[in-house]
């Protein structure tokens, strides 16, 4: 499958797309309840996050407008912000990975039993089906239909904002009414309240700077600061989005899935 060009096409390819991750997200659900399998999910979670980094987040670009181009030019400018903006995810990724590192150093292939796998899979679905909606919207605003656009990234907001919620205000008090607090655990699996929180805070923040980002660039489009020539704010906002969906497809199976459930007291 290549990246397509024109607008129904573009379309298309996310929709075949978003099957492949829907599909892939509920085989690793199923492989999580039904038997232990870590090396399955952790082959699932890569696969999925090639596709999200290729078809989503557009990675083929920075080899777009590098050249002998104006440096004055859009297309110049662009080139040199696509790069910076994957130099911080870059960057951004060392801390994600660290947190991973983190996880399975102390908790090793156990998991807390107060975490609802139900809840983390329906959180994980809305931030799912919000990266579909915010490719959507980027294709509109890169063939020049701004109001598709608006449309399309005030869904994701929606359910960015929703995911945003589920984590903060439903999953932690639930986990926190369990017994999973800071420090919480057996002498076995350590500090796996702190593990808990510390993950899914971390990201939860990255979840809200991207609720920024996506409002900022709305108010712009309403203005009519984009167009189809010019809008990599847009791209920039839904590559962004994309990375917070991306590292959510490794902290979901080492959070929810990964290991055997152990009473934390």
């Given at each position: 499958?290549?990246?397509?060009?024109?607008?129904?096409?573009?379309?298309?390819?996310?929709?075949?797309?978003?099957?492949?991750?829907?599909?892939?997200t509920?085989?690793?659900?199923?492989?999580?309840?039904?038997?232990?399998?870590?090396?399955?999910?952790?082959?699932?979670?890569?696969?999925?996050?090639?596709?999200?980094?290729?078809?989503?987040?557009?990675v083929?670009?920075?080899?777009?407008?590098?050249?002998?181009?104006?440096?004055?030019?859009?297309?110049?400018?662009?080139?040199s912000?696509?790069?910076?903006?994957?130099?911080?995810?870059l960057?951004?990724?060392?801390?994600?990975?660290g947190l991973?590192?983190?996880?399975?150093?102390?908790?090793?292939?156990?998991?807390?039993?107060?975490?609802?796998?139900?809840?983390?899979?329906?959180?994980?679905?809305?931030?799912?089906?919000?990266?579909?909606?915010?490719?959507?919207?980027?294709?509109?605003?890169?063939?020049?239909d701004v109001?598709?656009?608006?449309?399309?990234?005030?869904?994701t907001?929606?359910?960015?904002?929703?995911?945003?919620?589920?984590?903060?205000?439903?999953?932690?008090?639930?986990?926190?009414?369990?017994?999973?607090?800071?420090?919480s655990?057996?002498?076995?699996?350590g500090p796996?309240?702190?593990?808990?929180?510390?993950?899914?805070?971390?990201?939860?923040?990255?979840?809200?700077?991207?609720?920024?980002?996506?409002?900022?660039?709305?108010?712009?489009?309403?203005?009519?600061?984009?167009?189809?020539?010019?809008?990599?704010?847009?791209?920039?906002?839904?590559?962004?989005?994309?990375?917070?969906?991306?590292?959510?497809?490794?902290?979901?199976?080492?959070?929810?899935?990964?290991?055997?459930?152990?009473?934390?007291?």
């Open positions: 499958m290549s990246h397509s060009q024109d607008k129904s096409s573009a379309l298309g390819q996310g929709v075949v797309i978003f099957v492949y991750l829907t599909v892939l509920l085989l690793e659900f199923f492989v999580a309840v039904a038997f232990e399998a870590v090396p399955l999910l952790i082959v699932v979670a890569i696969i999925k996050a090639g596709l999200v980094m290729y078809y989503y987040m557009h083929y670009k920075l080899n777009q407008n590098a050249g002998s181009e104006d440096e004055h030019s859009y297309a110049y400018k662009t080139g912000n696509r790069l910076g903006l994957w130099f911080f995810l960057s951004d990724a060392f801390v994600f990975g991973l590192v983190m996880r399975v150093n102390l908790l090793g292939y156990t998991r807390p039993e107060a975490l609802n796998q139900t809840l983390g899979l329906l959180v994980t679905s809305v931030l799912l089906v919000s990266s579909f909606f915010m490719n959507r919207g980027e294709t509109a605003m890169a063939h020049g109001k598709a656009f608006m449309n399309n990234t005030l869904v907001f929606v359910l960015g904002f929703g995911f945003f919620l589920g984590v903060v205000f439903v999953e932690w008090p639930e986990a926190a009414l369990h017994g999973l607090t800071v420090g655990g057996t002498p076995a699996t796996m309240g702190g593990v808990f929180y510390f993950m899914t805070g971390m990201h939860a923040f990255h979840v809200f700077t991207g609720l920024i980002f996506l409002a900022v660039v709305w108010n712009n489009a309403r203005k009519g600061l984009y167009t189809a020539e010019k809008h990599y704010p847009v791209e920039a906002a839904a590559v962004y989005w994309h990375f917070v969906d991306l590292v959510w497809i490794f902290f979901y199976p080492a959070l929810y899935l990964i290991g055997t459930a152990v009473a934390l007291k």
